[in-house]
C-alpha cells in the first residue's frame, strides 16, 4: 500500500526535507479555495490512514503545517518557517485530543 499517494493530490509534488520531514507543494491551484479543499483532503485522508502488513493493521499518524504562497515574489525560507509552525500547533493539538 503507497501511503504516501494515498494522501497527496494529483497536482502535488512530494519530497523529503531531511530526517522524518517532508514536503508537499501543491501547484497548479486556480484560487486560494481550491488550494484549502487540498489541504482539507490531505486532512481527512491523514484521520483514515491505515497501514496494513500481512495480518497487522497500524494507524498511521502524522502532524503537518502548510503556508500559502501568494504571489511570485517568493521566499521559500520565510514559508518553510511558516509551514513549520503551523505544523507544531497541529502536533500540539492532536496531543491534547488523545
Known amino acids: 500500500k503507497d501511503v504516501i499517494n494515498e494522501i497527496?493530490?494529483?497536482n502535488s509534488i512530494f519530497a523529503r526535507q531531511g530526517g522524518d520531514?517532508?514536503?508537499l507543494?501543491?501547484?497548479g491551484c486556480e484560487s486560494e479555495e481550491e488550494l484549502n479543499k487540498c489541504i482539507q483532503m490531505v486532512d481527512k485522508q491523514r484521520d483514515r490512514m491505515v497501514l496494513s502488513i500481512?495480518?497487522?493493521e497500524v494507524k498511521v499518524r502524522f502532524s503537518y503545517g502548510y503556508a500559502i504562497c501568494h504571489n511570485n515574489s517568493v521566499d521559500y525560507e520565510a514559508l518553510i518557517r511558516e509551514a513549520d509552525e503551523n505544523m507544531y500547533n497541529d502536533k500540539n493539538?492532536?496531543?491534547k485530543q488523545a
Open 8 to 10: 497527496r493530490p494529483n
Open 21 to 23: 520531514e517532508f514536503i
Open 25 to 27: 507543494f501543491i501547484y
Open 54 to 56: 500481512d495480518d497487522v
Open 93 to 95: 493539538s492532536r496531543k
